[in-house]
């Protein structure tokens, strides 16, 4: 806004207001410049004593701002107006005016002083001069001071140095002379940049950041010195000025320069503007000549997803200044293709590995490097792939519509089929349906024959399919191999248990003996629990003894055998007339517990002791935590929701250590009787936050599947412990629900029969 | 980051004993007690290229930490050069502004 604009608007502005409010405003509001121009028109329309002197003070508070802002020369030039129009109003102003003339680089004046000024006059003059001196050579050659004087002699130590410092790596000898400068020296602080300045050329960053933290804030070389600081320890400046940003990018190699072509070109892709983005790559083009071959490629495929979205082929390899037909352009293309979130990244990477190990311009190991990223990208939505590095723990979830696991997978077998190449294929296998996984486990066994993992795998999918037989011979087969992965053994041990037990649910009795002996001679698999629950299947195969025999048998191995008989019994179909026993409720309980963890240490999955479990039901006040949690837990698995219920709310009155997993397992019987969604969230949250607490794994990562399975969302991590106190205390306290209804559907299925309850082993 | 520069290796460098020879040189030159970031930065570098797939998967996929572009900057060389007095005394007379 031009002055007479300026003056008019004020006048607008002033009508029905009085010019001095105006005036007092506008310095409360810091506008100087506009205080200035309001003592203008206040002068000329209020003339008088009292409108000059708060005239004088806009003009004063004016000349401050601009010294604070380095405008020395204008500060003095305001400071020159005031004096020749206020000179009566000026005696409260003397310093101020002598500031802006120091501000100016006018010393003169006060160095004249100095050649017959006493030792305490020259301290004040040169103390009042530290915070001054901005160039030191305007003091070297300063007429009104003595060449010899010590400040002179100074100046020019500190002024020299600070050209070489500046301009290029100081000789010592060069340095030598600022050891002259006094300490008291108002020149003082900047030999202390100067040596900062030598030492930040000669990456001596300890040294700079000892000479910056000794300068005198007052001094215009602290200034500098934040520079410095930042330079060196990367910590930005609390203001960093236009002139210090020009400075810092000049000597890091236009760092900040490029910084701001880059956002100009994320800006410019944003707003779709071609033109102004292809003005800013051509900006950016003329940096690249600085970069080395490999920096040169990166900065090409990190543009890639900022520019290729704009331009065709032949126009984005103009602005990167390579030839539409390099052998690159095919890659940039996978590359644009994948950051863009788009499927057809996977089939362009296949087809660029293909072609180049065709045209024997890559080795096979390459080719299934690219094979492996593929399986890398993975597809988070619908639409997006996203990259996610299995060895960084990111779940990949089974994609059915997503490229052919196995095809990429055999295709990285037969070009590198060596074991470090494999192992990074194993996280991906999960995402393959079963017959998919056995072709792929297959063909990496016999690419790598000494590799366990493979065999681990088959065996594993043998069990889940009840393949039994395959895994058994596959467990031959392999029979060489040198493992001590302790869950091959835990694999050899259940798939032959459970052979015995097909064989001896299908009447083969003379071949499960003879399968359970083997497995008996193999000390190496066979732990406690194991051994019993072989002598139970023993018992199956040829009794040479009573149930009652067993039972006692089993009672002595410390295990109270009902549970387990009435699993092996039940899953062989067979019906025996067992003694009556009279169990204390104790004994009841603790049998049902012992019973419990033996099967589940041996992997079986358990079906058949529903009955005995629901004689505990009278006894389950008298049980402990450690008896309640595998009760309730088999009560859910086998169907009996109540008993369930009943064990979970009794848990959760003991306030144990187990509470946590009580609540866990609330939670999914809640879950099962379709319970309202907040409480299950709520019982979830509280569960989580105390498995955190006791930093229980199994239970944290029991939670976080449930979570993730039925989706409540982000659970509250921070419930304090009168609110799960409240959520406990809420659940032990409710009464077994009734199963909410499911909706109906409109095609009704078959209702099944209930199966008969089996006999009871106490049963005569 | 350039690992190659952060080594002092040539980027056409393809021997892993060279790069291993030169990681640990680093290593000795910033130990973890003394530059913690300058031995975190040596380190990084040395994953980046220590095996012939590293590099290949540098070479043909980009590194993935530019996928932050303002990240990009780090590529072009940080020089600590002489800019002369000028701008030094620009600084200092400077001011606020």
């Not at chain 1, 003095?76 to 206020?86: P, S, T, V």
């Not at chain 1, 031959?476 to 052979?499: F, H």
């Not at chain 1, 006040?621 to 219920?645: D, F, K, S, V």
């Not at chain 1, 982000?714 to 909410?740: C, F, G, K, M, N």
């Amino acid at each position: 806004m031009g002055k007479a604009a300026r003056e008019k608007r004020l006048r607008q502005q002033g009508q029905g207001q009085s010019s001095r409010v105006r005036l007092e405003q506008l310095l409360a509001a810091g506008d100087t410049r506009g205080a200035v121009e309001a003592a203008k028109v206040l002068v000329r329309e209020e003339p008088g004593e009292a409108a000059e002197a708060l005239a004088v003070r806009a003009y004063g508070e004016r000349v401050r701002m601009l010294i604070a802002e380095g405008l020395g020369r204008e500060a003095a030039a305001i400071a020159a107006i005031l004096r020749e129009r206020f000179p009566s109003h000026l005696s409260q102003w003397t310093g101020l005016l002598e500031d802006a003339r120091l501000a100016a680089g006018d010393f003169d004046w006060i160095l004249s002083e100095l050649g017959t000024a006493s030792e305490e006059r020259r301290a004040a003059i040169e103390e009042r001069l530290t915070a001054w001196i901005t160039d030191p050579s305007a003091i070297a050659s300063a007429s009104s001071l003595d060449a010899d004087d010590p400040l002179a002699r100074e100046a020019r130590i500190v002024a020299e140095s600070f050209e070489i410092v500046t301009s290029r790596l100081a000789e010592p000898e060069e340095m030598a002379a600022l050891g002259e400068v006094r300490r008291r020296s108002p020149l003082a602080s900047w030999k202390l940049l100067v040596r900062a300045i030598d030492a930040f050329h000669r990456n001596e960053d300890e040294r700079v950041a000892a000479n910056v933290t000794a300068i005198d804030p007052r001094s215009p070389a602290a200034r500098a010195g934040e520079v410095l600081s930042e330079l060196t320890t990367g910590k930005k400046m609390t203001r960093r000025s236009g002139l210090a940003e020009r400075l810092i990018d000049r000597i890091s190699g236009g760092r900040a320069t490029i910084a701001a072509q880059i956002r100009s070109i994320e800006a410019a892709s944003d707003d779709d503007d071609r033109k102004r983005l292809r003005e800013e790559m051509r900006t950016l083009n003329r940096s690249f000549d600085q970069l080395s071959p490999y920096a040169r490629e990166q900065v090409r495929m990190a543009l890639l997803p900022v520019l290729g979205v704009h331009f065709s082929a032949e126009q984005f390899s103009s602005l990167f200044r390579i030839d539409e037909h390099d052998p690159a352009m095919p890659r940039y293309a996978a590359l644009l293709m994948e950051a863009s979130g788009m499927l057809v990244a996977a089939d362009l990477w296949m087809a660029y590995a293909d072609q180049l190990l065709e045209q024997k311009k890559i080795e096979p190991w390459q080719a299934a490097e690219i094979y492996l990223h593929v399986l890398s990208l993975d597809r988070e939505d619908d639409d997006v792939f996203v990259c996610r590095d299995p060895s960084h723990g990111h779940p990949i979830p089974e994609l059915d519509d997503a490229p052919d696991t196995s095809k990429i997978v055999e295709k990285i077998f037969a070009s590198r089929p060596s074991p470090a190449v494999l192992s990074r294929v194993a996280p991906h296998l999960d995402r393959l349906n079963s017959s998919k996984l056995r072709r792929v486990l297959t063909a990496w066994r016999k690419a790598d024959p000494d590799a366990s993992e493979p065999v681990v795998r088959l065996l594993r999918l043998a069990e889940k399919e009840e393949r039994y037989d395959e895994g058994l011979l596959l467990l031959k087969k392999s029979g060489k191999l040198k493992t001590i992965d302790p869950e091959y053994s835990r694999l050899r041990l259940r798939l032959s248990l459970r052979k015995a037990e097909q064989l001896l649910a299908s009447k083969k009795a003379s071949a499960a003996s003879e399968l359970i002996a083997e497995i008996a001679e193999r000390t190496g698999d066979l732990n406690e629990d194991a051994t019993t629950y072989l002598m139970a299947l023993q018992w199956v195969a040829a009794p040479p003894w009573s149930a009652a025999d067993l039972l006692s048998r089993l009672s002595e191995r410390g295990v109270p055998g009902e549970v387990v008989l009435a699993e092996v019994t039940g899953a062989l179909g067979m019906q025996f007339a067992l003694p009556t026993t009279n169990p204390s409720p104790h004994e009841l309980l603790e049998g049902v517990r012992r019973g419990i963890a033996l099967l589940r240490s041996i992997g079986s999955p358990i079906r058949h002791c529903g009955w005995i479990l629901e004689r505990t039901v009278s006894h389950l006040g008298e049980a402990n935590e450690a008896q309640l949690l595998p009760i309730g837990r088999i009560g859910l698995l086998l169907g009996m929701t109540e008993l369930a219920w009943i064990a979970t709310s009794l848990g959760l009155a003991t306030k144990g250590t187990s509470l946590h997993r009580f609540l866990l397992l609330r939670v999914e019987i809640l879950i099962r009787i379709r319970a309202e969604w907040n409480r299950i969230a709520s019982v979830l949250a509280a569960a989580r936050t105390l498995a955190h607490r006791l930093q229980d794994g199994e239970a944290i990562a029991r939670a976080e599947e449930i979570n993730h399975d039925f989706g409540y969302g982000r659970l509250d991590l921070s419930l304090d412990q009168d609110e799960i106190s409240s959520i406990v205390e809420r659940e032990r306290a409710a009464e077994v629900p009734q199963p909410r209804e499911k909706p109906k559907k409109t095609r009704q299925k078959k209702v099944k029969s209930i199966p008969k309850r089996e006999r009871g082993l106490f049963d005569s | 980051m350039n690992p190659y520069r952060v080594l002092g290796i040539s980027e056409e460098s393809d021997d892993d004993d060279a790069i291993r020879k030169a990681w640990l040189d680093g290593v000795r030159r910033f130990p973890p007690e003394k530059d913690p970031e300058q031995f975190a930065l040596v380190r990084e570098a040395y994953e980046m290229i220590r095996d012939r797939e590293s590099r290949f998967r540098l070479q043909t996929f980009g590194d993935r930490r530019l996928r932050i572009t303002s990240a990009i900057v780090d590529l072009f060389p940080s020089g600590r050069n002489h800019a002369g007095s000028a701008p030094w005394l620009a600084v200092i007379r400077g001011g606020t502004r």
